[in-house]
């Protein structure tokens, strides 16, 4: 039953941001300011990322193999997340929404607001790492992931603040709109991403190596459908591990950039 009505307010929640932000690229292209078609793919990528991570048959196979709930958030952080930022959501959902609606919606997000200031601490760049990485970390906690997967309201929480958590992360890496603060120094974005690659790693292998189930949630489980859940943590591990090359994408793309930028060697 809360299953059920959590997954319904999410596809309403998914259904408004898509329809918010078809309408807001259309009108910007009439006005002749369309945005990149490029931006408008990424977004829904990313929306669909974030339909198959928790609305379809996975979130149910999520509960029964941790190998399956590993990749669910690995959908969330490391695909949706990014995807959306990249489909610079703010600016097209706001000029999608009704004109007396776009006002106040907006207002939090002005010059000296509150909420803006706290956006702009939040997504420094040290601090939104340490945010997004202590809360991975946490999580990984037995006690906290067995909860996750045995209360749906807890589990809910534990998606919510993953998800949160990869946006801020992800906010000094991709600078989508509005502009809170000067882009970071290149070797700083390096730095930040290659500190994730290597807790990434880092959790990969504590999972993976010893070769001892850490979450009693799934080695009940694994009894009943008669699997290893020693294998299936090491594979849940695994792909934590080989995730974490996802961070390499970025660390090209700025060293590309970096490139163009440079004057020629004569």
Not at 9 to 17: E, K, Q, S, W
Not at 52 to 74: C, E, T, V, Y
Request: charged fraction near 10%; aromatic fraction near 10%; hydrophobic fraction near 55%.
């Amino acid at each position: 039953m809360v299953e059920a009505a959590l997954k319904t307010v999410l596809a309403f929640v998914l259904a408004g941001l898509a329809a918010g932000y078809a309408c807001g690229w259309r009108r910007l292209r009439a006005a002749g300011h369309a945005p990149p078609l490029w931006r408008l793919v990424l977004y829904a990528l990313g929306l669909v990322t974030i339909a198959a991570a928790l609305l379809s048959p996975l979130d149910d196979l999520a509960a029964a193999r941790f190998s399956i709930h590993m990749g669910q958030h690995l959908l969330l952080t490391m695909m949706a997340a990014p995807l959306l930022l990249l489909g610079n959501p703010l600016p097209l959902v706001l000029w999608g929404l009704p004109r007396r609606v776009r006002g106040p919606v907006a207002a939090p997000l002005r010059r000296r607001a509150r909420f803006r200031a706290a956006l702009s601490a939040l997504t420094f760049l040290p601090v939104a790492g340490v945010l997004h990485v202590t809360t991975v970390w946490l999580w990984h906690l037995p006690f906290l992931y067995d909860a996750a997967v045995e209360h749906e309201l807890v589990h809910a929480v534990e998606h919510v603040t993953f998800f949160a958590t990869a946006i801020l992360f992800w906010w000094p890496i991709i600078q989508p709109a509005p502009r809170l603060r000067p882009r970071p120094r290149p070797g700083f974005q390096i730095l930040y991403l290659l500190i994730a690659t290597a807790q990434n790693t880092a959790l990969g292998m504590l999972l993976a190596v010893p070769e001892r189930a850490f979450y009693p949630h799934y080695v009940k489980l694994a009894v009943t459908l008669g699997i290893s859940a020693v294998d299936d943590q090491m594979l849940g591990g695994g792909l934590m591990w080989s995730g974490a090359h996802m961070y390499l994408i970025p660390i090209l793309i700025i060293l590309y950039s970096l490139s163009r930028d440079a004057p020629a060697c004569l």
